[in-house]
């Protein structure tokens, strides 16, 4: 079992939708939570960092932690076709080595 | 603010040869990481460098080495290239090693192994 679990998708929505990706973990150590944003061809962008439980709201973006379920979310209100992408939900421990989940491909159809 | 920068971008080699990878990480940022991303196995943590230190290695054989400069720029090293090498190599700059660093990465240098 890996130490991250996230749905592949791909997942497909209508433009101006809430769009729900989410994360999986087993570690209990974990601290740091973290979604990144990957275009095709590009490097991972970083959209939200969080520590511990609960919740973090920044534009169109809120990211949930919940700590005692090993469950991490990412919101995306009003979707656009610009933010078809692959997000990826990575955390650590203490140290800077980052685990990763395998990415949701998002689809945001106009 | 210029951010991570990460050369070739691109690179063809074959098996058996050793590639060297560059990345000059945001200024003043004086940690570096490295990453591999492949379709099958995604994004895996190969070493991190703080102050020309390896802090921390992931599980990947010797084949693959780094180091880092006292100007925080670091190079990773693949010798002796196999077709599972070919992959998205990605940097990642932090300020600092420890807690609380946000991890900002490169567009990545893309290899082919033939």
């Known amino acids: 079992q890996k130490e991250v679990e996230q749905d592949p998708g791909p997942l497909s929505v209508p433009e101006g939708a809430i769009v729900s990706l989410n994360c999986t973990y087993s570690n209990s150590a974990f601290q740091y939570f973290m979604w990144y944003r990957q275009y095709s061809r590009k490097g991972p962008e970083l959209l939200m960092y969080?520590?511990?439980?609960g919740n973090k709201e920044d534009g169109r973006f809120t990211a949930q932690v919940d700590k005692s379920s090993k469950y991490i979310s990412l919101f995306i209100r009003d979707s656009q076709p610009s933010d078809s992408a692959t997000y990826l939900c990575?955390?650590?421990?203490?140290?800077?080595?980052?685990?990763f989940g395998a990415g949701t491909i998002l689809r945001v159809k106009s | 603010k210029a951010g991570v920068t990460q050369t070739p971008r691109y690179l063809i080699k074959t098996r058996g040869q050793q590639v060297t990878l560059s990345c000059s990480p945001i200024s003043g940022h004086r940690s570096v990481s490295w990453y591999q991303q492949t379709p099958g196995q995604g994004l895996q943590f190969l070493f991190e460098?703080?102050?020309?230190?390896?802090?921390n290695k992931g599980n990947f054989p010797g084949r693959f080495s780094g180091r880092q400069f006292s100007n925080s720029r670091s190079e990773m090293n693949v010798s002796t290239l196999e077709l599972g090498d070919s992959a998205l190599y990605l940097c990642a700059s932090h300020l600092l090693a420890g807690a609380g660093n946000e991890q900002f990465f490169g567009p990545g240098t893309r290899l082919t192994v033939l």
């Open positions: 460098y703080f102050s020309e230190t390896q802090r």
């Open positions: 990575a955390m650590r421990e203490e140290g800077n080595k980052l685990v």
């Open positions: 969080t520590y511990s439980s």
